[in-house]
């Protein structure tokens, strides 16, 4: 404390056009899904699949991860307020993000940590904060070295279905 780290996933839709976000209930703004990593996660990117899955409702078997990270993101977190922290205290994340790949733009379900979660084009998102703008550029990217087969810096990684250890 106060410092946290978490894994979030970015997905987007096979042609890299759509992103799927979450309206963050305490924040109250748009982001990316993922959060804290639990006690059965085994791997970050396992973190990240699995916040994907519970937060978007998207069957597991139809996200794809690449298990490479796309970016590394330190930040405060100004709405997180856990108990035992100081007062002026900020709560700062270090959160690992991750490219996911949804096989179609199925219908999503928001979970209880959020107030919506919808698909938006990647050239007009809702909360086109810097951070995010960012990493959904990197995660396009990373989808387009990945579909042209270049193995490039990420040493040829692929996508895989779910928690798999990368090789």
Avoid: N
Avoid at 16 to 25: D, K, Q
Avoid at 51 to 57: C, D, P, T
Avoid at 112 to 129: G, T
């Amino acid at each position: 404390m106060p410092d946290h780290l978490t894994a979030s996933a970015v997905v987007l839709d096979a042609a890299g056009e759509h992103v799927l976000l979450t309206l963050h209930a305490k924040a109250g703004l748009w982001f990316q899904l993922g959060g804290h990593c639990e006690e059965t996660d085994t791997t970050l990117a396992g973190a990240a699949h699995r916040e994907a899955v519970e937060e978007s409702g998207i069957d597991a078997a139809r996200l794809r991860i690449d298990p490479s990270p796309v970016q590394l993101s330190p930040h405060p977190v100004p709405f997180c307020r856990p108990d035992g922290l100081a007062s002026g205290a900020v709560v700062h994340h270090l959160d690992v993000r991750y490219l996911v790949v949804a096989d179609a733009r199925v219908d999503p379900a928001a979970s209880e940590e959020s107030l919506d979660v919808r698909w938006w084009p990647v050239d007009a998102l809702p909360e086109p904060e810097p951070g995010l703008v960012e990493a959904v550029a990197l995660a396009r990217a990373r989808l387009a070295q990945a579909s042209s087969g270049s193995s490039g810096s990420t040493g040829g990684s692929t996508l895989l279905a779910a928690d798999q250890p990368s090789r």
